[in-house]
């Protein structure tokens, strides 16, 4: 598959801003080149870094830039449509031009350049205390005692490597049982829901905003020797589309969701939908400066807290109902 690299131009007031529009989106991931955060980094650096690399003095004079990627896809061309128009959108209501130009310059990039970029720092761990996560091309030597969960996450967020994912996994270990249905919500590359079938869940139904994010959880599934009846993927958001909110109108025993604060809030409703009556709910990928408004809403329509975890800056919560 090709990718489109998308270079966003801005400026250091409008990262926060862009980054949100880009989650509304449905892109989860961004690189980040501001040079007001470098040079705070170069006043602020301490003893630790002896040298700095000629390549990375660029950054202290580079225009703030945030870089995505999008699939050469239909997919990747309504976002890239939508990004457009949220650009211009926002131009509109900055005449003086606080956020930067917000122009987007494109490039195709190769995927197995994609692939290069990220699979040098991927190696095995494992997480809480029945689970170890490797990608495949790596081989984790340990006592057996662990279930060996294998991701390729491809452009998908979730190799277990985030604060937030690992998280949900450490609450997740202690949540699921024999016979489980799960759901995950705004699944990424599947890591949650795969993991829940591997300690004993039953079935899980994956859904993503993103249509290659459902394809690579799918295939992760499938690497971990799940049968495709036992694991059922679905592309589409629920927000906005009904027949999908529908068609996966069930009752499940544990939800998972690991998406951004907006979107947690705006699905309450439909974690009210989905559960069952004594069944367990877990969110993440919340920054800690927005937990209370997070938690407050999910408890505004019934949800009991059963447990919280905060970890640099990143905050997880168990729920049942």
Known sequence: MEWTEV??????????????KLMDIGIKGFVIKDSADFNEFLENKNGQWDYID???????????????????????ADMLTSIKNMLADV???????????L??????????????????????????????????????????????????????FGTGQHHTTRLCLELL??????????????????????????????????VDIEENAA???KENARKNSIPDEV?????????????????????YDVITANIVADVLIAMKDYFVRYLKKGGTLIISGIIEERMDEVLSAI???????????????????????
Do not use: H
């Open 54 to 76: 000629d390549d990375l003095m660029g950054l202290a004079n580079c225009e703030t830039c945030i870089t995505v990627y999008l699939p050469e896809n239909n997919q990747g």
């Open 231 to 251: 694991y059922t993927t679905y592309f589409g958001n629920i927000l906005s589309d009904k027949a999908l909110a529908d068609r996966i109108d069930d009752k």
């Open 103 to 156: 122009d987007a310059e494109l490039a195709s990039i190769r995927e197995e350049d994609w692939a290069n970029n990220w699979k040098q720092y991927f190696k095995p761990f494992t997480i809480g205390e029945k689970l170890a996560v490797k990608p495949s091309w790596e081989e984790f030597n340990g006592d057996g005692s662990r279930k060996i969960l294998e991701i390729d996450p491809a452009s998908s």
């Open 173 to 206: 270990e202690k949540s699921v049982r024999g016979g489980d249905k799960i759901l995950d919500m705004g699944c990424g590359s599947g890591i949650l829901s795969i993991a829940a079938i591997l300690l004993g869940a039953e079935s899980a139904a994956a």
């Open 7 to 20: 270079n966003i131009y801005t400026s250091a007031e409008g990262i926060e801003l862009i980054c949100a």
């Open 91 to 101: 131009k509109n209501s900055d005449p003086d031009g606080v956020y930067g130009r």
């Open 299 to 321: 408890e505004g329509v019934g949800f009991i807290r059963q447990a919280v975890s905060v970890k640099e800056g990143w905050a997880a919560a168990q729920y049942t109902i």
């Open 215 to 217: 394809a690579t959880a």
